[in-house]
């Protein structure tokens, strides 16, 4: 009878239960959106290098070595020299090892040097490898990879020239030794698509005329003659080591940070990530502050609305009073017209979740490199939905107490 009586009671009052329907399903949209975006990043932010066992570089801290060598973000305190670098290779433990040279720019991008090997052991989003869109990798001494949006903002294509500078900030361009864009990557969410790749021995060959970082006044090396020059690195600025079994990531890691030659730090990607995240992470709490407000103030209005209407239906109340119903029936039929409320608005929020999520999951993808997957409701999701269900309940009981307190001749006297 409650169920009967609560169904056509909100269907006469379709316009504002329709409203309060709608605020509470755009608030639970925002509120689980936001879920799924913050852990969407996270996910993103722990997969921006995937299957590297361990990234070695010159001793500092782990998060400055992280950021400098996968983030392109900060400077080097030092450099690994090749010797060492070299000396890592041959340790039995070690599978594969990538160096990177990092320290020129091209107009605000950085520019990495490193072997063809790079394209083929960096991964990224649990394993997947980077895609040539157009063009090839480097073949000459002076090609270049560009990332995807280094191509979309510069407005660069296949065979395009480029001209680096030497450092982060400078006026000074290695303009006699211009690069040819020979690939352009597909897009991967990653601090690749901000980078220009170049081989190593190319970053040597743009700094043979250089001394103490200036060009030596009138010097000007041919091309031809710098391509027969042995143009082996004496450093580099990190490595990426993958190891021959996981058991062995701790032992080579122990041994590469008390490497007696020079100070070197060792350390693993996902654990320097987590430090990393603990330490960007404020955001998502901001933001989840923010949207648990939006769903707090949608079950406010509610509970107005439902306040709002009990002038309305006094007399309502009342004749049900007067053909028997206990005041009991009364605040039950209050409390379950606001459960009912909250769990359609919840249930429809759920599915703007997921039309949002199938409309927006490319566009995502492509500008920000946030990948939301779309998969049922996880437990978390499901026990929110309950919450906002529950929420509705305990703000719907405010005004039903209000008219369980309501005497049927204070019903009865309301003038039409």
């Known amino acids: 009878m409650i169920l009967r009586l609560a169904f056509g009671s909100l269907v006469a009052r379709m316009l504002t239960v329709s409203m309060t329907i709608l605020a509470i399903a755009l608030s639970v949209a925002l509120f689980l959106g936001v879920e799924k975006i913050r852990t969407g990043a996270k996910a993103s932010f722990a997969d921006t290098i995937s299957g590297t066992d361990l990234i070695v570089g010159a001793r500092s801290g782990s998060v400055q070595l992280l950021l400098y060598s ?62 040539v869109r157009d063009g090839a990798i480097m073949a000459d001494l002076f090609d270049a990879v560009v990332g995807a949006d280094v191509a979309a903002t510069l407005g660069y294509d296949v065979d ?28 991967t969410g990653t ?58 990531v701790f032992g080579l890691q122990r041994a590469i940070n008390a490497y007696p030659q020079e100070p070197l730090l060792a350390i693993l990607p996902g654990v320097a990530l987590q430090e990393l995240w603990q330490i960007v992470g404020i955001a998502e709490t901001a933001l989840m502050a923010v ?9 406010i209005g509610m509970m107005a609305t439902i306040f709002s209407s009990l002038n309305e239906r006094r007399r309502e109340m009342a004749i049900f009073r007067a053909m028997g119903a206990r005041p009991s029936v009364v605040l ?22 997921y039309v949002g999520l199938f409309i927006g999951q490319p566009l995502i993808d492509n500008a920000f490199g946030i990948w939301l997957p779309i998969d049922a409701p996880a437990m978390r999701e499901v026990w929110i939905l309950l919450g906002v269900v529950i929420a509705g309940a305990i703000v719907g009981m405010v005004p039903a107490l209000r008219a369980y307190r309501l005497s049927l001749a204070d019903g009865m006297m309301v003038k039409i």
């Open 70 to 131: 996968v983030f392109r973000i900060g400077n080097a305190t030092n450099n690994l020299t090749w010797d060492s670098y070299q000396d890592i290779a041959e340790r039995p433990e070690v599978d594969w090892i990538v160096p990177i040279s990092l320290g020129d720019s091209h107009r605000q991008f950085r520019v990495m040097g490193t072997t063809p090997a790079f394209f083929d052991r960096y991964k990224y989003r649990s394993g997947q490898s980077l895609v």
């Open 291 to 299: 949207s648990t407000m939006v769903v707090v103030t949608a079950l």
């Open 191 to 248: 601090p690749v698509d901000r980078t220009v790749i170049v081989s190593l021995e190319a970053i040597e060959a743009v700094h043979v005329d250089w001394q103490s970082g200036a060009q030596i006044p009138g010097q000007s090396t041919p091309a031809d003659v710098i391509r027969q020059m042995d143009l082996k690195p004496q450093a580099v600025t990190a490595a990426l080591v993958g190891v021959k079994s996981r058991l062995q």
């Open 332 to 353: 039950g039929l209050l409390m379950f017209e606001a459960v009912l409320t909250a769990a359609i608005g919840a249930i429809l929020g759920l599915g703007l979740l």
């Open 160 to 187: 395009d020239p480029i001209v680096v500078a030497h450092g982060l900030v400078s006026f000074s361009e290695h303009k006699d030794q211009p690069f040819r864009v020979s690939g352009i990557l597909e897009k």
